[in-house]
């Protein structure tokens, strides 16, 4: 899944794990992308306003406003933005309600980058088509 430097597009990162968000940018930004972090809701809409990313990658449970919150959110700022749950929470509930907000995928954890990246493209294959 590697890709040349500054051609994969920009990706934000948005997870209250500082660790687990700083490992996960890390290994975007070695494949090529350019990522932005936010551990939490309102961060992350402060920077999808000021520049839409093409991906986002959002966790559901952070302190404040929810990540299926974000999701919506996130759609309604800019429609064309590709959205992945990538989370612990394995309820199908949970999954329904992202899908039908607006995410084109869920993918929970453990995983790694390689998957969710590939779950993003997939994503916004089916976006476009």
């Known amino acids: 899944m590697n890709a040349p430097q500054g051609k994969a597009g920009s990706i934000l990162v948005v997870d209250d794990d500082a660790t687990f968000r700083g490992v996960l940018a890390?290994?975007?930004?070695?494949?090529?992308?350019?990522?932005?972090?936010?551990?939490?809701?309102?961060?992350?809409?402060?920077?999808?306003?000021?520049?839409?990313?093409e991906f986002a990658i959002v966790d559901l449970k952070m302190p404040g406003r929810s990540g299926l919150d974000l999701v919506e959110q996130i759609k309604r700022v800019n429609p064309a933005t590709t959205v992945l749950v990538l989370t612990a929470d394995r309820s199908p509930e949970s999954k329904a309600e992202a899908l039908r907000l607006g995410a084109c995928?869920?993918?929970?954890?453990?995983?790694?980058?390689?998957?969710?990246?590939?779950?993003?493209?997939?994503?916004?294959?089916?976006?476009?088509?």
Not at 27 to 35: A, E, F, I, K, N
Not at 119 to 125: F, H, K, T
């Open 105 to 129: 995928a869920y993918v929970t954890k453990p995983t790694d980058a390689d998957e969710v990246i590939a779950a993003l493209i997939s994503g916004r294959n089916r976006d476009t088509q």
């Open 26 to 53: 890390r290994s975007l930004t070695s494949r090529g992308y350019d990522v932005s972090i936010a551990a939490n809701y309102l961060e992350a809409v402060g920077l999808c306003v000021a520049q839409p990313p």
